[in-house]
Structures are given as C-alpha cells and as structure tokens.
Nanobody
C-alpha cells in the first residue's frame, strides 16, 4: 500500500513561488509520481510527473518554464517547484503514484492519491 502526503501549499502573491512536497511511503513498486490540480468549478487536470528510476519528466503546457518537478529517491519524496505563480494557478494540488510505466498525463492511470494541498495565488 502506498501512502502519499502533500505539503507546502499556502497563499502567495502573483509572481511569487512555492515548493510542494509529496512524501511517498511504500512506493517501491511504483513507477512515477504525478501532480494534478483542481480549481473551483473545474475538472482536475494534469500538471507534471516524474519517473522514480529514470527521472523522465512531463509537464502540462500551462506550466512549462514556470514549474519544475524533481525527486529525492533516498527520501521517497517528489517536489514541485512553482515559480512565477499566477492567479490561474489557484487550486488544490494532489500528488498521485502510478504502477504502470506508461501514460503519465491521465489521472485514470494513477493508482494512489494524496489528500491534496491548497495553493492560492492572489493578484
């Protein structure tokens, strides 16, 4: 069983930065961790993902150049560094883990989910 715990959310002004963390326990058999977000009244959407072993990274077009995903295998933790934040980035951010080594941008392919952390960007 994999447990995921997000942290690092908060309130920040537009143009500011936040770093989210996703601590994963029991992750040995998982292939990757992804970040998704859900804004009020909108569907949950893919943000970024990273594979544990090879370090391959994936980004939504809306965050490319602003967000950076990384992992620390020794700490079983994935980070999402978010820079140049915009009010449109306001959402609950979820990390999720997947077992299968393909299809990293679809939430249906993820097997385990965290509880989410709120990110609010004020204008």
């Amino acid at each position: 069983q994999v447990q995921l715990v997000e942290s690092g959310g908060g309130l920040v002004q537009a143009g500011g930065s936040l770093r989210l963390s996703c601590a994963a326990s029991g992750r040995a058999f998982t292939d990757a961790v992804g970040w998704f977000r859900q804004a009020p009244g909108k569907e949950r959407e893919f943000v970024s993902a990273i594979r544990w072993n090879l370090g391959n990274t994936y980004y939504a077009d809306s965050v490319k150049g602003r967000f950076t995903i990384s992992r620390d295998n020794a700490k079983n933790t994935v980070y999402l560094q978010m820079n140049s934040l915009e009010p449109e980035d306001t959402a609950v951010y979820y990390c999720a883990a997947k077992v299968t080594p393909y299809s990293y941008t679809y939430q249906r392919d993820y097997d385990y989910w965290g509880q989410g952390t709120q990110v609010t960007v004020s204008s």
